[in-house]
C-alpha cells in the first residue's frame, strides 16, 4: 500500500506473464472514444461530490480512472519484452512468457526507460529457516543465487549503457538479516537454516548519487552486532529522500489525524554515502 502517502500514491501491480496490468481493458463492445465519453461523464459526477463533500479521495478516484485509461494505451507496449533482442533476453536471461525475475528486471528496465518515476521488484522465497533441503542455505540459497545475480547485474548493466544510471538509484535489500548461527530447529539434521535478525544486515544501493565502489559499516567478528559506522533504516530512508529533492525533517502527511514524516521523528542524512 501506500502507507501515510495519500493513496493517490498507490503504485499499480504489474504482472510478468498474462495481462500485464488486470482489469485495464476496454469492457466488450467499448471503443476508445465511448470509454472516453464515460469517463468524462464519471469525472464530472465525482467533482460535484468533491465539490459538496471535500473528501480527498474523491480526487484520488478520478485520477486513478485517468491513470488506467492512459495505461489502457500504453501499457501493452511497454511490458511486451517480446520487443527486445535477443542479445538483451540472453544478457538478463529473460524467457518472455515465463513469471521471473529476470523477466521482471528487463521490465523495470523498459518502464525506467519511459519515465515510470518508481518501480519496485519483489522477489519471494528467501525465507531459509532449513525445515526442508529446499528451504536451506546449501540449495534454496544457490538456487536464488542463479536466479537473481545474472539479471541484477544486466539490470545495472544495461541502464549505465543507455546513459540512465546516473538518473536512477537502485536498491537492494529485504526486511531483516539472519542469525549468524543456525537455527535451532536444524540441529542433528544435515539442512542448514538460519532464523530472523533484525540487529544488522546489509543492503546494497547503485547509480543516481549514491558513492561507488565502497563498503559502509561494519558488524562484529560474529556478526551479532554493528561496530562501525551504523545506519539505521531512518537514516536509510533519508538518504533517499535527500537523493531526491526531499527534505525529510520538512516533509509531511496527514495521515489518522496527524502529520506526520515519512522517518517518522529520526533520521539522518548519510553524507559519506553519497558521491
Known sequence: GSGFLPSVYQGVQCRSKGDPVL????????????????????????????????????????????????????????????????????MYGAKPGEASFANNCLLARRLVEQGVRYVQLFDWGWDFHGTGPSEGLREGLTNKWAATDRPIAALIKDLKQRGLLDDTLIICGGEFGRTPFREGRTAGSNVLGRDHYPDCFTMWAAGGGMKRGFNYGQTDELGFGVVENQVHVHDLQATIMHL????????????????????????????????
Do not use: C, K
Open 23 to 90: 482489469y485495464a481493458s476496454d469492457p466488450e463492445g467499448m471503443d476508445r472514444e465511448l470509454r472516453r465519453r464515460s469517463l468524462d461523464a464519471l469525472r464530472s459526477l465525482n467533482e460535484l461530490q468533491s465539490a459538496e463533500l471535500g473528501h480527498p479521495e474523491t480526487l484520488t478516484r478520478i485520477a486513478q480512472y485517468e491513470l488506467a485509461f492512459r495505461m489502457q494505451a500504453a501499457v501493452p507496449e511497454v511490458m511486451d519484452i517480446t520487443r527486445e533482442t535477443a542479445e538483451t533476453h540472453a
Open 244 to 275: 531526491l529533492g526531499f527534505n525529510h525533517e520538512r516533509l509531511t502527511y496527514r495521515f489518522q489525524g496527524r502529520d506526520y514524516r515519512l522517518t517518522d521523528v529520526h533520521g539522518r542524512v548519510v553524507h559519506d554515502l553519497l558521491a
